[in-house]
Nanobody, 124 residues
């Protein structure tokens, strides 16, 4: 089992920034590729970004590419999502997820463990 706890969400004005953190506990963190997903009210969950176990490979949704870099610190068992140039349409609950697969994925069904999420609200 892997337990994931997100933090860092909040209310921010458009154009602002936040840094989301996802702290992992349980099994060896660096055995897992990690992803971030988000879900806005009334919408389906959507992929945001993913990072390989080593941090050497990353993948982004087109909507956030260049704005939301993902990173990880395996010594701290933590993955980060840096939210820059935020827009009102970025408002959502952001969740991190872990997959034991040997590749990074944008498919939520390929992730094995999920956090509860952290709310990000961007005002115009």
């Amino acid at each position: 089992q892997v337990q994931l706890v997100e933090s860092g969400g909040g209310l921010v004005q458009a154009g602002g920034s936040l840094r989301l953190s996802c702290a992992a506990s349980g099994r060896t963190f660096n055995n897992y590729a990690m992803g971030w997903f988000r879900q806005a009210p009334g919408k389906e969950r959507e992929f945001v970004a993913a990072i390989s176990w080593s941090g050497s490979n990353t993948y982004y949704a087109d909507s956030v590419k260049g704005r939301f870099p993902i990173s990880r610190d395996n010594a701290k068992n933590t993955v980060y999502l840096h939210l820059n140039s935020l827009k009102p349409e970025d408002t959502a609950v952001y969740c991190c997820a872990a997959t034991a697969r040997a590749y990074i994925s944008s498919n939520d069904y390929e992730y094995d463990y999920w956090g509860q999420g952290t709310q990000v609200t961007v005002s115009s």
